[in-house]
């Protein structure tokens, strides 16, 4: 009988137990609205954090607001030197305009004004060759197979009206890089306004983790590179060579023909940067003394691509409301359900 009230006592208080434990997930997920959550995105992802670049003041900014919220909800500091905000090493590599050039024995092409890196890896290098023009369709893989663009830097000609790079045009490039050029120049006619957007894009600085001991600098140099048909007039003016023909041959058969009898140096220069960026860290301590070591962790990069190209309304800035400023801010709800 003893043993049979004692089974009952705890059946009894069983369910006494689950609804206290009902009761505070009610509370905590009834501070979680969605007025609360739209009102903290709309905050993240607002034009004056700048579209929160890696590193930018804008991320700095969005840290010490999520830094001041996980204050006022009572969260222990978890960062440096008892802040909330933990700061981690990077490297960014940018071109270095004043340097990269493709130049010949007087005229030359700058980077940023006549040309821009399509496609390579953010390294110092050279490459070293002479000009070949590279006109017509075809199969560059069986057109090319003699070596005919072997250590040279294989310019590609395409019609007047060549705008913006288009998918059969990038696969050509890298046929042709493929095919042994010392580098690859894809020609284009876009205007002032994409150009401008675009090499601000792949010339702006990138990131690398600070921990790596050392950001390569070395590797195969082979870049693929877009080229202005104005630039290219210019650097060609004078010469024997009929460009209009050349991008007039569009439709016809995949043709090599040789540039000015001139060695042509590419060189490619890297400044490096060591820089911060911020984490932002608060700890809410549980009461089972057992266990008070072990963490579970909520995360979610509060970081986006910052600013770009405008768009056909002006707008330059990325402001990420889903990538990840939602997370983000689902990381901070948690932290006020508790």
Do not use: C
């Not at 301590?285 to 190209?309: C, Q, R, T």
């Amino acid at each position: 009988m003893k043993m049979f009230r004692i089974v009952a006592l705890v059946v009894m208080l069983l369910p006494a137990s689950l609804i206290a434990q009902q009761a505070g997930l009610e509370r905590a997920v009834q501070t979680i609205t969605e007025a609360d959550y739209i009102e903290r995105v709309g905050i993240i992802a607002h034009d004056s954090m700048q579209g929160r670049d890696t590193p930018s003041e804008g991320l700095n900014k969005t840290a010490g607001w999520i830094a001041s919220e996980f204050q006022r909800l009572g969260l222990r500091s978890g960062g440096d030197d008892g802040e909330y905000i933990q700061r981690y090493p990077l490297r960014t590599l940018i071109v270095n305009r004043n340097r990269s050039t493709l130049r010949g024995s007087s005229a030359g092409l700058a980077y940023g004004r006549d040309i821009i890196p399509l496609m390579g890896p953010p390294v110092a290098g050279e490459a070293i060759g002479e000009l070949v023009l590279i006109s017509g369709s075809g199969n560059v893989t069986q057109g090319l197979a003699n070596g005919a663009v072997r250590d040279k830097h294989a310019v590609v000609v395409f019609g007047e009206d060549s705008g913006a790079l288009n998918q059969s045009m990038f696969q050509r490039g890298i046929a042709i890089r493929n095919a042994g050029a010392a580098s690859v120049l894809l020609t284009t006619s876009m205007n002032q306004a994409m150009w401008d957007g675009n090499a601000a894009q792949v010339l702006a600085p990138q990131v690398a983790r600070g921990w790596v001991e050392q950001v390569p600098t070395g590797g195969t140099f082979r870049p693929i590179m877009l080229l202005r048909n104005a630039s290219l007039d210019a650097l060609l003016r004078g010469r024997d060579i009929d460009l209009e023909a050349l991008r007039a041959r569009e439709s016809d058969g995949l043709r090599v023909d040789p540039g000015p009898e001139i060695t042509f140096t590419l060189t490619q220069a890297m400044d490096e940067a060591e820089v911060e960026a911020p984490n932002v860290v608060g700890i809410l301590e549980g009461s089972d003394p057992d266990l008070k070591d072990e963490y579970i962790v909520f995360s979610a990069h509060m970081d986006h691509v910052g600013i770009g190209s405008p768009d056909q309304n002006g707008d330059s800035i990325f402001n990420g409301a889903d990538d990840d400023a939602s997370g983000t801010v689902a990381v901070v709800e948690i932290a006020e359900a508790k």
